[in-house]
């Protein structure tokens, strides 16, 4: 039986993923699903100069918890067992770090919302920061 960790990295949740651990569960193949939402560093970008870091991660926050809930739903509906957490930090640290911390047995990411050069971005920060399969559904 498989830990699953599902990172959220972006606004668009991780449906895909998260039908993909649903699959897997009634399967049988899948124990436990570690659904991790990741917020990025407020103070990258344009959008910082113009706005307070507390104002910026606020924003963050709430469009993230849409995507999450979406993300929750379908794992409810499903009848899947599951924790989620939140983790500020870079993207492929903070998911390195908590397979790491979970010995999770392979991470669903869901690039169905990220373009190319992002999707190869992340899986290749990934690969090289960890032992653990990952797969990019979408």
């Given at each position: ?96 770090a ?6 999770s047995?392979i ?32």
């Amino acid at each position: 039986m498989l830990r699953v960790l599902i990172p959220v990295i972006n606004k668009e949740g991780a449906l895909q993923a998260a039908r993909h651990a649903a699959f897997l569960f009634a399967e049988h193949c899948v124990s436990e699903v570690e659904l991790m939402e990741v917020l990025e560093p407020p103070d990258q970008g344009r959008a910082s100069a113009f706005h307070s870091r507390g104002t910026l991660r606020l924003q963050e926050k709430r469009a993230m918890l849409s995507a999450l809930n979406q993300t929750r739903a379908i794992l409810d509906d499903a009848g899947v067992p599951y924790h989620w957490s939140r983790v500020f930090g870079p993207v492929a640290g903070a998911i390195a770090a908590r397979v790491a911390e979970k010995h999770s047995d392979i991470v669903l990411v869901d690039a169905s919302h990220l373009g190319f050069l992002t999707r190869w971005w992340v899986l290749n920060k990934l690969w090289r920061s960890m032992q653990t399969p990952v797969t990019m559904v979408h």
